[in-house]
């Protein structure tokens, strides 16, 4: 059974940066999502990665403040989040796909547990 750990997640000023972090089992062959869900809300998916980490593409909510890298030697991905608003207060998920290029919540697998990231002043 693959597991996704999240960390990172927390309270952040308006403006400020969280770097976020999924541990997995290591299976590096595989497509990465970021996703979140704010209260009220449905999931959606602000960063997708390959697997060799060359492809990435973004929601345009978040494209130019946030990005998606891994390193695969420490079954690790990470998202960087940068001028946070409130806008973006919500539990991340990460998520792993055998689908390349997908942004589509269901043909995500395998699902961390969440972390929420508050931005408030």
């Known amino acids: 059974q693959e597991q996704l750990v999240e960390s990172g997640g927390g309270l952040v000023q308006p403006g400020g940066s969280l770097r976020l972090s999924c541990a997995t089992s290591?299976?590096?062959?595989?497509?990465m999502g970021w996703f979140r869900q704010a209260p009220g809300k449905e999931r959606e998916c602000v960063a997708r990665i390959s697997p060799g980490g060359s492809s990435t593409n973004y929601a345009r909510s978040v494209k130019g403040r946030f990005t998606v890298s891994r390193d695969n030697a420490k079954n690790t991905v990470y998202l960087q989040m940068n001028s946070l608003t409130p806008e973006d207060t919500a539990v991340y998920y990460c998520?792993?796909?055998?689908?390349?290029?997908?942004?589509?919540?269901?043909?995500?697998?395998?699902w961390g547990q969440g972390t929420q990231v508050t931005v408030s002043s």
């Open positions: 998520a792993e796909s055998s689908w390349f290029g997908t942004m589509r919540e269901n043909e995500y697998e395998y």
């Open positions: 290591g299976r590096a062959f595989y497509n």
